[in-house]
C-alpha cells in the first residue's frame, strides 16, 4: 500500500504565503484525483482544491489566492496559498481516490497525517 506525507504548513501573518506538499508513494499517485482538505478545531472536514490533468477545482473562499498543481514525476502534489487569512487556519490534508473529481471528504480513500497552518497577527 502507498502513503501520503504533507509538508510545508507553519505560521505566517495575515497576507502571508505557504506552499504545502503532498507526496506520494507506492501506487496511491496513479489514482485518478487528489485534493487538498482542511479541518479547524471543532469543524469538519472540509474540500479545499482538488486536480486531476490539466483540470483544477476550487472552493469559493479560495477567491483565486490559491493554486493546486501536481508534479508527476515527483508524485507530488502542491497548493500554493497566497494572500493567507486568519480564517484559513487548521490542519491540511491531501486526500486521493480512485475516481474523478470530487468534493466529498467520504469519497476520498487515502489521507495523510496533515500539516499545521495557523495565520495570525
Known amino acids: 500500500q502507498g502513503h501520503l506525507v504533507e509538508s510545508g504548513g507553519g505560521s505566517v501573518q495575515p497576507g502571508g504565503s505557504l506552499r504545502l506538499s503532498c507526496a506520494a508513494s507506492?501506487?496511491?499517485?496513479?489514482?485518478?484525483?487528489m485534493a487538498w482538505y482542511r479541518q479547524a478545531p471543532g469543524k469538519q472536514r472540509e474540500f479545499v482544491a482538488s486536480i486531476i490533468s490539466d483540470y483544477t477545482n476550487y472552493e469559493d473562499f479560495v477567491e483565486g489566492r490559491f493554486t493546486i498543481s501536481r508534479d508527476n514525476a515527483k508524485s507530488t502534489v502542491y497548493l500554493q496559498m497566497n494572500s493567507l487569512k486568519p480564517g484559513d487556519t487548521g490542519a491540511y490534508f491531501c486526500g486521493v481516490r480512485g475516481g474523478g473529481m470530487a468534493t466529498r471528504a467520504s469519497l476520498y480513500e487515502y489521507w495523510g497525517q496533515g500539516t499545521q497552518v495557523t495565520v495570525s497577527s
Open positions: 507506492g501506487s496511491i499517485f496513479s489514482i485518478n484525483a
